[in-house]
C-alpha cells in the first residue's frame, strides 16, 4: 500500500528541532545553526512557548562588530525578533506554500497551543508538494 502524501503541516514538521533561549549567547546560536543546517532558530521559554524568533541574518552584524572589537557576543535576547510568523499543526501545506510566496521566513515555527511543537522549512513544503503530484 503506497504512503499517503502529506497534506498538512504536521505531516512534514520536524518535531525534534533546534531552539534557544533568551539567555543563549550568540557564539552558541551560530554553532547549533551550523550544526543543525538551519538559517534560524525558535526563541522558548522554560516551559517552550514561543517567544521569539533570530537568524543567521539577525546576528550577522553584531558578530562582526563584536570579532572587530573583541569584544564578547551579545545574548540572543538581545537581538531575536519578538513578532514570530508561525503556524498551526493542522494548516494544509498549500496554504502555508502560498503564504510563503507573500513572506519570506526559511523556517516557520509550528505552535499548538502557544507551545513549539516543531518548526517547518520551505524545503520542507516544497518535497511535500512535490510528493503531492506524485513525484519523489
Known amino acids: 500500500m503506497p504512503n499517503k502524501a502529506p497534506t498538512i503541516v504536521r505531516d512534514i ?47 550577522l552584524g553584531k558578530v562582526l562588530e563584536s570579532a572587530y572589537l573583541n569584544d564578547e557576543p551579545p545574548l540572543v535576547r538581545e537581538l531575536m525578533r519578538h513578532e514570530v510568523l508561525s503556524v498551526l499543526p493542522t494548516k494544509s501545506i498549500t496554504d502555508l506554500a502560498q503564504e510563503m510566496l507573500g513572506t519570506k521566513p526559511k523556517v516557520y515555527p509550528v505552535v499548538e497551543q502557544e507551545r513549539l511543537v516543531g518548526i517547518v522549512t520551505r524545503r520542507d513544503v516544497l518535497s511535500a508538494i512535490l510528493k503531492m503530484r506524485g513525484g519523489h
Open 13 to 59: 514538521m520536524s518535531r525534534d528541532c533546534y531552539r534557544v533561549s533568551s539567555n543563549t549567547s550568540v557564539t552558541t546560536l551560530v554553532k547549533g545553526l551550523a550544526l543543525h543546517r538551519l538559517p534560524g532558530a525558535p526563541v522558548v521559554d522554560d516551559r517552550d512557548h514561543l517567544i521569539g524568533f533570530i537568524s543567521e541574518q539577525d546576528v
